[in-house]
């Protein structure tokens, strides 16, 4: 894969909602072709590895830095997502990260 991410919406089933990232920059995701993986939660930094069959992606988090990045960060709620990550699809330079539980889905689009 190789693209860096930027996080720009978040798709909730419940309750339903769709919003957008308002700073996308600070929320980023590469997927390596060995099998790592890093991303940015707007300030802290996370990495691990993560397994790809088909349509099915699975990330498994590792070491991370745990600095507090302000009263309206989404640091904590962007990793908690990663965390649930069951699917993925790739098209026209947007990358959709599906919930397991069919608990939503995240966009990006290649920074």
């Known amino acids: 894969m190789g693209v860096l991410w930027q996080w720009n919406g978040l798709h909730e089933t419940h309750p339903a909602s ?6 996308p920059e600070n929320y980023l995701l590469l997927l390596n072709d060995d099998g790592s ?8 930094q996370l990495a ?9 992606l699975e990330l498994a988090p590792g070491p991370m830095t745990k600095a507090h990045c302000g009263e309206h960060s989404q640091s904590d709620q962007y990793v908690a997502l990663l965390h649930q990550v069951a699917t993925q699809s790739e ?4 990358l959709t990260l599906g919930l ?12």
């Open 91 to 94: 098209a026209n330079g947007e």
């Open 18 to 23: 769709l919003s957008a990232v308002p700073d």
């Open 48 to 56: 691990g590895t993560y397994s790809l069959s088909g349509s099915s």
């Open 37 to 44: 993986f890093s991303a940015k939660a707007d300030c802290n």
């Open 100 to 111: 397991g539980n069919d608990a939503g889905e995240l966009f990006f689009h290649a920074g």
